[in-house]
């Protein structure tokens, strides 16, 4: 298995009461809240917890990143995968991921990511996403094409790491006149690219006509079944078995000392209602032209309020049902052998806390997991044969049957300085 | 009024268009938000014009041309559907309302054949930059608040979309915004380029404003005003940007003696 260690990044110390007051933090909530002496504080405490988790035993660390909103500063996952490169020595990088259609340059995203495959000595998984609604308005990016611009920039970025340059690229979205990037990925034939999503069918497909895993973010347990149904059916399409190494999933899992402090900080998951779009107005995370056309009704009743969100639970709902876990590693490890058993991922992304957690309870969170969870749950990875895409070296992608290595011994001796 | 409902294939896609009336060719085009199908509007203008109302491509039941984007393309496909058509082929007394939306797209078209029109009317034209205030962004707010605020009299709303607007109303003013978004995302409702280019149109010019427009400020229909040789400006009291919705008869009067006028 790969476990992985992942947080939000919450921007939790703004004035909570002008948040509710104001009803909807993601894109509009006015970043004259944003204090950056608690920015400068938090950011630092982030970077220490993940060096804690290295140091605890996760494989990875899970980054990702999201525009005007207090639920998550991280606005560059970039920059702190760049300081990850350099201050940590053996855990993967994972982005989950760069928000594709985003990006005006993605020749810049691909120098970027070669930079810090580079700098981490090989340690680079450069997952992409289409970035959501709200973030398209965030970045005055145009929703209607956001699926032609995300696998538009897929294309030239893989063509940026693997073809030698120049090239020109005259594309429906993008156009270059030189593609001759002098920074490329270590890892050969490519890094790995993993595609995490929530709710679109479109993505589960592509990720299974490239032959990327699929990192399913903290779906339901029927939902995430028929999540992998749909993969695997694509890849018998494609010639290839889908299976536990194209698996992952992501479990908000708050583990403390005790079950009571463990459920009261879970709670903190459904901070900003713990879902990715915060408070989300409607409106602003379902632009027109941006969500499945399949499910355009459900979006435009949810738009005006005549449905609730397509994509959203209580708490208690998720905590019955497995969307949150909560409580001590005795309590824990049976309901993660659950759902290892019922979904068989390969790739595990522990989404340790939340909100207005303390730094004192993470801390104690990511210490528990790595002395009590991790152990356990690689043993049941074993037993059931849950080998991730490294253990089972499984190919880059459908285009690159290579499994993604550095290239040459010496980068990898010289790397984590 | 009889209506009929053609469908024309232009530039690849097919194309839904109303028509109804006798006398001279009148091609009304639509806001971004389409339109409901029967509005008395419409069939007063059909009583003096030959009236031609499309559905703009990718609107209301038009084909989406995935290829479209921007504006001046679909001025393009109404330049080519006026040199097809048989009400409208070879004649010189073509005239066009263009409403909201459909003003841009008209005035647009006025720029490319200077001197072919016979007369043009925009009504709460967008199209061009506001100097002092906004274009409304419908980006940032739901189907029905957009529209909304369009009318000035909340009850005209209610009249012609009801209280309670149908889903099936939402989702085509859904599928029409995101169409609206591939052809007009950025900058968002103008033409950078349009002011400088009116300046040569021939054709005589009439703008009309809603006094409460809150969708495209009055002061871009003094802008146009300004730009076009051959325009005059007429504000329609208690109409916000839906004139034709608020204030029908007024607005009718307005396009009758206008385009009829020796």
């Not at chain 1, 985003?102 to 000595?121: C, F, K, Q, Y």
């Not at chain 2, 009309?208 to 329609?236: H, I, T």
Request: hydrophobic share 40%; aromatic share 10%.
């Amino acid at each position: 298995m790969h476990l992985m260690y992942f947080t939000e990044q919450p921007m939790s110390a703004y004035p909570e009461q002008a948040g509710r007051d104001f009803g909807a933090t993601a894109l509009m909530f006015s970043n004259k809240h944003f204090d950056p002496a608690a920015g400068s504080r938090l950011y630092n405490e982030y970077l220490e917890h993940y060096r804690l988790a290295e140091s605890v035993g996760f494989d990875g660390i899970m980054l990702n990143e999201h525009h005007n909103a207090p639920f998550c500063m991280q606005a560059k996952c970039n920059v702190f995968a760049s300081i990850l490169a350099a201050t940590t020595k053996r855990v993967k990088i994972v982005l989950l991921g760069n928000p594709l259609p985003l990006a005006d340059n993605p020749v810049r995203l691909a120098e970027e990511l070669s930079m810090i495959d580079m700098v981490s000595g090989g340690r680079l998984v450069s997952g992409f996403v289409r970035g959501g609604g709200q973030e398209q308005l965030a970045t005055g990016v145009n929703p209607a094409y956001n699926r032609e611009r995300f696998e538009e920039a897929h294309a030239l970025i893989v063509k940026a790491w693997t073809q030698p340059g120049p090239f020109r690229w005259e594309g429906a979205h993008y156009q270059h006149r030189v593609v001759n990037p002098w920074a490329v990925p270590l890892q050969k034939p490519h890094p790995r690219v993993w595609i995490p999503g929530v709710l679109s069918k479109e993505t589960i497909i592509w990720a299974a006509q490239q032959r990327y895993p699929y990192i399913a973010l903290s779906t339901e347990i029927e939902a995430t079944k028929k999540i992998w149904q749909l993969y695997d059916q694509v890849a018998a399409e494609q010639g290839y078995a889908g299976g536990p190494e194209y698996r992952g999933y992501l479990q908000r899992c708050h583990i403390a000392e005790t079950e009571e402090k463990a459920q009261a900080n879970a709670r903190q998951f459904m901070w900003m209602q713990g879902e990715f779009t915060g408070l989300a107005h409607p409106v602003w995370s379902s632009p027109s032209g941006y969500f499945s056309p399949a499910m355009r009704k459900a979006f435009v009743e949810y738009a005006v309020g005549r449905r609730s969100n397509p994509r959203g639970a209580e708490f208690e709902d998720q905590l019955r049902n497995g969307q949150i876990l909560a409580g001590t590693p005795k309590t824990v490890i049976p309901r993660i052998r659950k759902l290892l058993e019922e979904t068989r991922p390969s790739i595990m992304g522990f989404w340790a806390s939340d909100g207005f957690v303390s730094a004192q309870d993470t801390r104690t969170c990511i210490r528990l997991l790595g002395e009590e969870v991790l152990p356990a749950v690689r043993e049941i990875g074993k037993e059931l044969g849950l080998w991730s895409p490294f253990e089972a070296n499984a190919p880059t992608s459908r285009a690159f049957p290579d499994p993604a290595r550095p290239a040459g011994q010496m980068a990898v001796a010289g790397a984590g300085v | 009024m009889d209506w009929t409902t053609e469908t024309l294939a232009i530039a690849g896609s097919s194309m839904h268009v109303a028509r109804a009336g006798s006398g001279p060719p009148l091609l009304v085009l639509q806001h971004d938000t389409g339109t409901p199908p029967g509005l008395p509007f419409y069939d007063a203008l059909a009583r003096d014009f030959t009236v031609l109302r499309p559905a703009h491509p990718g609107y209301d039941g038009s084909d989406r041309p995935s290829w479209m984007r921007n504006v001046r393309d679909v001025a393009v496909v109404y330049q080519t559907l006026l040199a097809q058509h048989a009400a409208t082929r070879g004649r010189r007394d073509v005239s066009v309302v263009g409403l909201g939306f459909g003003g841009w797209i008209a005035a647009e078209m006025a720029t490319m054949a200077p001197a072919a029109l016979h007369r043009l009317v925009l009504v709460g034209a967008m199209g061009i930059k506001p100097e002092r205030g906004e274009i409304a962004d419908q980006a940032l707010v739901s189907y029905i608040d957009y529209v909304r605020l369009g009318f000035a009299d909340q009850a005209a709303y209610d009249r012609v979309f009801g209280a309670e607007t149908p889903t099936a109303q939402l989702e085509q003013w859904d599928l029409n915004r995101e169409m609206t978004f591939r052809i007009a995302w950025k900058p968002y409702m103008y033409n950078a380029s349009l002011p400088h280019l009116l300046g040569g149109v021939a054709t005589p010019t009439l703008i009309v404003w809603g006094r409460d427009d809150r969708v495209v400020p009055l002061e871009c229909g003094e802008r146009y005003a300004k730009a076009l040789p051959q325009a005059r400006l007429e504000v329609v009291e208690g109409a916000g940007h839906y004139v034709e919705m608020e204030q029908p008869e007024s607005l009718v009067k307005l396009v009758r003696a206008f385009v009829t006028a020796v």
